[in-house]
């Protein structure tokens, strides 16, 4: 996706254009603004979609395909698998990675990517042992439970073999209409084009067959359309979208543009989700929203925009945000009609909500009476501070046990949990924190990879002056990281304060707060504990800014000899708050460093 010379949207490599010199065809309908046209002008690049992402299950999209006669089974066994992997996350290596990075835990300490290199450079029997460890085994049973969170939480479950893809056109028409080409293929309605390749290594994979499409936010019945994969195009046509990996190209004849019909969207850099399991397959066929575009606000007459209009707008913006409530509105409404999403109110709810959605484009704000929206009772799915060991949910007076798909799965989750003992507030015990050993099993691997390059200052932890300086190092990085942490609480309890664990993952654990405080405390955490990594990856390595790599060869020594030191320091003190976290900083370092070095 880019910004060029008031141009916004999606580009992708088209084959048919001239490779002599740098060319890019833009649509119309990407113009934003009139720009002043000039040689240079740069390209913004604003996102880039390199990779495939996974789909996954929602409230919403649940909702809608219950209503569509999905069978209750079907959410029932995705959401067996997805708890189940989450209880198996300590197997592997691999295993933890793959599902960390579907929730973006461990950023901060760059763990995953620690982890992979591990992976890659040691054997199973090294990351058996590491995974021992009382930081990794803390770190799993953090892990699996902020995933079980998700799931009892949000019902975000993943559904494998499908994915998100960022929607592209199919330009053979434009092509057919330009230069009279008649051997180009062409999607016809209703069809759709998808091709999988995670990584260069990997062989491509050509979706095909009957799917779904959709895209959030779901507010409309019509906002889940079945669609056909065509698989990979065959070689006695022009394909001018063949080559093209890790998109979803639709069609640019038919009655009406794909994306329009879920939920409004558009081909400017939306996302959709494109579904393969049969089992998620609507069985009834509905008639998308008719997302009606509409004239943008506009100041009266000649009048120029002034500073005054820029923060009155502003000031009602944040009056005017209601799109959260809404959505919530209609999936409570839903779930206690007999008529499901297809109520009255749930429609005028999805007018609303489509109304809401182009609220910072069109600047038309929705105008709504409070009072008259529809005051439904609580399902229980809807509760969000539950303690799963106990099973407590406060205002349980007000709550009602829901019979929709919503209910069926958080009530299973929640017998799931209790059923394996995963508290959301269960810890480590301290003795098991303590009984680590101070021979950390990579170390000495470590230590063969560094000798060519320090020789004997691998035995640099009896150097006086170096440790003294990473033990205040060390000594200052734990108060800080205790107060981060005494700071940052779900609990007003006295003395109560996060793990390590959770400050590793990024994550909050523990009930008590709505979900959107715990997810301000959530940033706040990271922001906080980002600055405090980049301040210690200060003080072990300072780059030299010198042009030449023979000048920054000797900084990049001294941080080697630094980061291998912080490193046995760390191992030394294995047990001890802050230990361990430390030692992740130290040892990306220490890789960051020898791969400088070549």
């Avoid at 042992?129 to 439970?145: D, H, M, S, Y």
């Avoid at 005051?375 to 799915?381: A, E, I, K, M």
Wanted: with cysteine.
């Amino acid at each position: 996706m880019i910004r060029f010379l008031g141009y916004k949207g999606v580009v992708a490599v088209d084959l048919a254009l001239p490779r002599s010199t740098i060319n890019m065809r833009l649509r119309p309908s990407m113009k934003r603004f009139d720009a002043e046209i000039s040689t240079t002008s740069p390209v913004e690049i604003v996102q880039a979609f390199e990779r495939p992402n996974t789909a996954y299950l929602n409230r919403p999209l649940i909702m809608f395909l219950e209503d569509r006669k999905v069978p209750i089974d079907s959410f029932l066994q995705l959401q067996a698998k997805a708890i189940d992997r989450a209880r198996k996350i300590s197997t592997s290596i691999d295993h933890f990675v793959r599902l960390s990075s579907s929730y973006h835990l461990g950023s901060n300490f760059y763990l995953l990517d620690l982890l992979r290199r591990i992976e890659k450079e040691y054997s199973p029997t090294i990351q058996n042992r590491i995974f021992q460890l009382p930081l990794f085994q803390g770190l799993c049973r953090v892990a699996t439970n902020v995933i079980l969170r998700e799931i009892r939480e949000r019902a975000r479950i993943p559904i494998e073999g499908s994915y998100r893809l960022v929607g592209v056109a199919d330009e053979g028409p434009e092509y057919i209409k330009k230069f009279g080409w008649n051997d180009v293929l062409c999607l016809r309605e209703g069809e759709i084009f998808a091709c999988i390749q995670t990584n260069h290594n990997e062989s491509p994979v050509w979706l095909q067959g009957s799917a779904t499409v959709s895209r959030n936010p779901l507010t409309h019945p019509g906002d889940v359309q079945r669609v056909y994969a065509i698989g990979e195009p065959p070689d006695d046509q022009r394909c001018l979208f063949k080559h093209l990996r890790n998109v979803v190209v639709m069609p640019s004849q038919g009655k009406r543009p794909l994306a329009s019909c879920l939920s409004g969207g558009d081909l400017g850099g939306d996302e959709f989700s494109v579904i393969m399991d049969e089992t998620l397959f609507p069985q009834t066929d509905v008639r998308p929203a008719d997302y009606l575009p509409t004239a943008p606000w506009t100041l009266e007459g000649s009048e120029t925009v002034k500073p005054k209009h820029i923060t009155k707008f502003i000031v009602q913006y944040i009056e005017s945000d209601v799109l959260g409530l809404l959505s919530d509105k209609l999936l409570l409404v839903a779930d206690q009609s007999p008529d499901g999403v297809f109520d009255k109110k749930c429609i005028q709810l999805a007018e609303w909500c489509s109304k809401a959605i182009n609220y910072p484009k069109q600047g038309i704000p929705v105008q709504l009476d409070f009072r008259s929206l529809p005051r439904p009772l609580t399902p229980d799915w809807y509760i969000q501070d539950v303690d799963p060991a106990s099973n407590t949910i406060s205002n349980a007076n007000y709550v009602c046990e829901s019979p929709r798909a919503l209910g069926c799965l958080y009530r299973e989750a929640l017998r799931l949990e209790k059923l394996e003992q995963v508290s959301a507030t269960a810890k480590v015990p301290n003795e098991l924190r303590g009984s680590g050993t101070s021979h950390h099993p990579i170390t000495p691997l470590l230590k063969s990879k560094i000798e060519d390059f320090l020789g004997d200052a691998v035995h640099l932890s009896s150097n006086r002056s170096q440790s003294a300086h990473i033990r205040q190092l060390f000594e200052h990085y734990r108060v800080e990281l205790q107060y981060i942490c005494s700071m940052t609480t779900l609990s007003s309890l006295s003395g109560d304060k996060l793990e390590e664990e959770e400050v590793v993952l990024g994550k909050i654990l523990g009930a008590g707060l709505q979900k959107n405080i715990r997810e301000d405390l959530q940033q706040r955490m990271k922001d906080n504990v980002a600055s405090l990594v980049r301040n210690v990856k200060r003080h072990l390595l300072v780059e030299n800014s010198g042009p030449g790599q023979e000048e920054a060869h000797p900084d990049l020594f001294y941080g080697l000899e630094l980061a291998w030191s912080a490193w046995n320091f760390s191992v030394s003190k294995q047990g001890e708050f802050g230990s361990g976290s430390f030692g992740l900083i130290a040892l990306t370092t220490f890789f960051h460093c020898l791969d400088r070095l070549g």
